[in-house]
């Protein structure tokens, strides 16, 4: 429509309106201005509320026993206020003096650290070296080494151990039988637990044995998120494996390796049940880590609440582990 056809059509019709009445209506429900903020709120409060049922769960089964520990470790209970239900004597701090001043605390505490730190370090160092051989084999024999891997962490600890017994045995133990093909007879009957290292040497294969699993499995699908055509790229300007590695596979899967680590140092620093079934549910002195040494203070020494203390002492050394495990749970949801 050209100019003179709009001048020659006239002055623009009005349209008429509808009554009041007739209006639709807004309200909190539909048009509102405030639905939207609502709504949000409504949305950010209902991840808290479908996590409830499980904290309350939570609360219900660790509230009165960490309650209860804390207590006691105020407390001198030993076997008379146990059996005769007679309240017993506050001491306040002197539970915690004694042990942070015994000698005997530290040298188990260095020893705990000692041997999560060696656990770890080859659980992790095997543990990614089996994901990345994984990402390069066939198929079905990934498939066969995953349900391996599966069955492998389902495994009841009783008869794991049973099996890590059998192993070390000093008589019939293959392990004494092939290294003895290797340096002579004179190795048949070996105590390999007659030695502390020794010994922690075969406690240290059960724990790593039992730990590769999730290690294995968790770091693989990590891997499977690495971009193929960054490290194909990578690749294709002369970067070698190594460098393909630690520049483009390494910074995917950093996050996730953080967290399994965090998760088996809480985990290898307060190993208890390898330890206790391996030495026949009495482990010597020199095998002690902290969780057989509050264990042995608490029950028999009979000593409940110097053994509350020295659990309380352990939890104070890996909450900063713990509090460093969550930093990096809340990181990874950000980037994500």
Known sequence: ???????????????PRAPESDRPRTGPGRGSPDSGPRQR????????????PAIVAIAAVYAFPLTKTVIMSFQDMGRKELWSGDAPPWVGLDQFTNILGDAEFWSVTGRTVVFMAVCVGFTMALGLLIALLM??????????????????????LMVAASIFRWLSDSDYGLINTLIAKVVGDDFLGHNWFLDPKQGFAIISL???????????ITLY???TQVPKELEEAAALDGANVAKVFRFVTWP??????????????????????????????KPEPEYETLGLYSFSKAFESTS???GTAIALITVVLLSGVAVYYLRQLMKTGEVE
């Open 1 to 15: 429509m050209t100019a003179a056809d709009t001048k020659a059509a006239g002055p623009p019709v009005p349209v």
């Open 41 to 52: 709120k409504k949305g950010a409060l209902l991840p808290y509320l479908l996590i409830l």
């Open 135 to 156: 990402m390069r084999l066939t198929t079905w024999v990934r498939l066969v080494l995953t349900a391996a891997l599966v069955a492998a962490w389902s495994m009841p």
């Open 206 to 216: 059960l724990v790593i044995w039992g730990a590769i699993p999730f290690v294995v």
């Open 221 to 223: 699908a990590a891997l």
């Open 252 to 281: 995917v899967i950093r996050p996730v390796f953080t967290m399994v680590t965090t998760l088996s140092v809480i985990w290898d620093f307060n190993v208890f049940g390898q330890i206790w079934l391996l030495r026949g549910n």
């Open 304 to 306: 409940f609440s110097q």
